[in-house]
Every structure is written in C-alpha cells, then in structure tokens.
Nanobody, 126 residues
Framework: QLQLVESGGGLVQPGGSLRLSCAASGFTSDYYAIGWFRQAPGKEREGVSC????????NYADSVKGRLTISRDNAKNTVYLQMNSLKPEDTAVYYC???????????????????WGQGTQVTVSS
C-alpha cells in the first residue's frame, strides 16, 4: 500500500525556519517525482516545490524561490523541504504528493500527482 506521511510542521515566528519531511512507504520512491503543495484557509491548493525522481531537477514557485530548498534521500525513501525566512503568508497545510515519473522534469500542478499525504500544519506568527 503506497503511503506518504508528512512531518515537521509547527508554529514558528516570522523569519524562522522549519524542515518538513515526507516519508514514503509501500513503493520505491526513486521511481517517482515528489511535490510539495500547500493550502491556506479559503484558498486553492498550490504548488510550492517539486523534485524529479533522480533528484537532478527541481522546481519552485516564485513566491518561495531563495527561501525554500527541496531535497531527497532515496536510500531513506524521504523527501525534505527546508524552509527559511518564513513569512506569515507561508501559513498553510503542507502536503507532499507523488507521481510515477522515472525520467524527466517534475511539474508543479496539483492534477499531475496521484498519491497524497495527509498534510502537516505550518503556522508563521509572532
């Protein structure tokens, strides 16, 4: 059974940092591109960052470029999202998602992903 579990969310002050983890089980994650998405109250789910199956290609939303870094450790079946210089507008539930894509670039589009985690809350507030 394919499963994604996010962790690492919490409450942080503006300018602070968090590292989110997405642990995959039930499948070989290095055959899959992984994306991070977020959804704030009253807003649509939006793409934040994604990484190709090999880890050789990444993509970021303009709103997070230079502040967030995605990485993966295929030996641990885990993808990370390091978030620095956090802003109140980063407050949202963060989800990781997977799509089978052995080659090629990842795409930051909700509809491209087949498997989703349950989400982890990130709150940026003083």
């Amino acid at each position: 059974q394919l499963q994604l579990v996010e962790s690492g969310g919490g409450l942080v002050q503006p300018g602070g940092s968090l590292r989110l983890s997405c642990a995959a089980s039930g499948f070989t994650s290095d055959y899959y591109a992984i994306g991070w998405f977020r959804q704030a109250p009253g807003k649509e789910r939006e793409g934040v960052s994604c990484i190709s199956s090999s880890g050789g290609s990444t993509n970021y939303a303009d709103s997070v470029k230079g502040r967030l870094t995605i990485s993966r450790d295929n030996a641990k079946n885990t993808v990370y999202l390091q978030m620095n210089s956090l802003k109140p507008e980063d407050t949202a539930v963060y989800y990781c998602a997977a799509v089978y894509r052995l080659f090629g670039l990842c795409i930051l589009r909700v509809g491209d992903y087949d498997y989703w985690g349950q989400g982890t809350q990130v709150t940026v507030s003083s």
